[in-house]
């Protein structure tokens, strides 16, 4: 006999099947600050506050049937792992559902390569969970999504019946206007080790909080003051009509090489003379960065070197880069409005980004760059400064978001300690009141 439902009791689900493939190593065992990546999310559900925890197993997995018994977990095999994560995540679900007896209201879906999820985290989305009980809630740093997704029992069974095309994310897309985007202030949530960068990025994280740096991330960007000037890159070459521009590379058209020209100057008139000049590895804007660095060398200002950065690329636009806009309006006439309605959340398909993403992103890049700096030079794309801008202030996104970039356009941001909140902005203006915050072609 069935069990009457637990409200806010979760089951938790732990995906483990994974080839490992872009790592060259067996994710789900490797160290994490002293404990198997596939052991962090299991202690994190548990003590959260999840009664049961399944850990669905798939390629390797005898190597973790130590680990399975040693953390208490209940196993769910797999044996459809090579079909992809959503096979994993059925095969979890129903197990957790058959294991809990129907008593749960939610269940908590965690990757195991996203290891540093706190309990902190899954507390709070319980917490949400029993205010909204038939959503889904999913945790955010900063406005960028996160793990563990929080499924509630009354939208398992469509998860369940779902044939698989496009994954669950397909299914979640059906409820965006009702999902809950909870803030948790971790950046533990966020944090991936899907490749060898990313984790040795979580090793740095775990290595600073053991020596109890468990102080903002951001930091670095907090505590700088000077001068940041930003750049956007001259016009491209034209297409046969327009274009989701995002990250397809194009090369800069002659108009755009004199802007380039013409930005140089001006910083030059500035007195600006950078060691380096920072630019996005995309061909229009690196490109805007040599023009930028030969001028002043042929003005004997300065004798800067360009250093490019796939961090400061523009925003990636999905299976819409590339593609002409008036195509997808006709093709996508509802995504297109749902992009419009939700400009700064809304993100299109399997390596698509919002602004949130990529704030997150540059945000590392400042990080990395700032410390002792006193100005900066940046060659980038009209999303990319927005984002920059509201990295590097209080300012809401929103209000980011309405400046106007033109192309070959200098900005400058000066900050001190007291113009977090409305730093010095100069170059960049607001869009006309009543004018429609559309977003600039990149």
């Given amino acids: ?3 009457s439902v637990d409200a806010g009791a979760a089951a938790g689900v732990v995906l483990a099947a994974g080839r490992s493939s872009r790592m060259g190593a067996f994710k789900p065992l490797l160290d994490v600050g002293g404990r198997p ?3 962090r999310p299991v202690d994190a559900l548990r003590e959260g506050g999840a009664s049961d925890v399944v850990l669905v197993t798939g390629y390797g997995r005898e190597k973790l049937a130590e680990l399975i018994g040693a953390v208490g977990a209940v196993e769910a095999y797999n044996e459809r792992f090579a079909e992809g994560m959503f096979s994993s995540v059925k095969t979890g679900l129903s197990k957790a559902l058959e294991v809990t007896e129907g008593r749960v209201s939610a269940f908590l879906l965690l990757p195991a390569d996203c290891p540093l999820a706190s309990a902190s985290a899954i507390r709070a989305l319980l917490r949400a969970h029993r205010e909204y009980p038939a959503r889904f809630i999913v945790p955010c740093y900063r406005g960028k999504k996160g793990h563990p997704l929080l499924i509630p029992s009354a939208l398992l069974p469509e998860i369940l ?3 698989g095309e496009g994954g669950l994310k397909a299914v979640t897309d059906r409820h965006e206007d009702e999902t809950i985007r909870l803030e948790t202030g971790d950046e533990g949530v966020v944090l991936d080790m899907d490749s060898p960068e990313g984790y040795e990025e979580i090793r740095a994280f775990c290595a600073r909080r053991a020596a109890g740096d468990a102080g903002d991330p951001r930091g670095a960007i907090k505590r700088f003051t000077g001068d940041v000037f930003l750049v956007r890159h001259g016009k491209t070459q034209k297409h046969a009509e327009p274009i989701f521009l995002g990250q397809t590379d194009v090369p800069l058209s002659d108009e ?3 802007q380039a020209a013409l930005a140089a100057r001006e910083l030059i008139a500035r007195g600006v003379r950078p060691a380096v000049i920072h630019a996005s590895d995309l061909a229009r804007a690196a490109e805007t960065a040599e023009i930028m660095a030969a001028a002043m060398r042929a003005q004997g200002v300065a004798n800067p070197s360009v ?20 195509e997808i309006k006709e093709i996508f006439p509802c995504e297109y409005a749902r992009r419009g309605a939700r400009i700064l959340t809304w993100k299109r398909g399997h390596g698509g980004e919002n602004f949130y993403d990529l ?3 540059v945000e590392k890049w400042l990080a990395e760059v700032l410390p002792g700096a006193r100005e900066l030079v940046a060659v980038t794309h009209a999303g990319a400064i927005k984002a920059i801008l509201s990295a590097l202030s209080d300012m809401r996104p929103e209000t980011a978001w309405s400046r106007d970039i033109p192309r070959g356009a200098v900005g400058l941001i000066r900050l001190s300690s007291e113009s977090r909140t409305e730093p010095f ?4 203006s ?5 004018c429609p915050q559309k977003r600039a072609r990149t």
Avoid: N, S
């Fill in 256 to 258: 755009g090489r004199e």
């Fill in 161 to 163: 019946a779902h044939g």
């Fill in 359 to 361: 704030r997150y992103r």
């Fill in 1 to 3: 006999m069935r069990k």
């Fill in 430 to 434: 607001d869009f006309p009141p009543g």
């Fill in 307 to 326: 250093r490019r950065d796939a961090r400061l690329r523009e925003m990636h636009l999905g299976d819409w880069d590339g593609r002409f806009i008036r």
């Fill in 425 to 428: 902005l100069e170059g960049f």
């Fill in 37 to 39: 990546a596939a052991a």
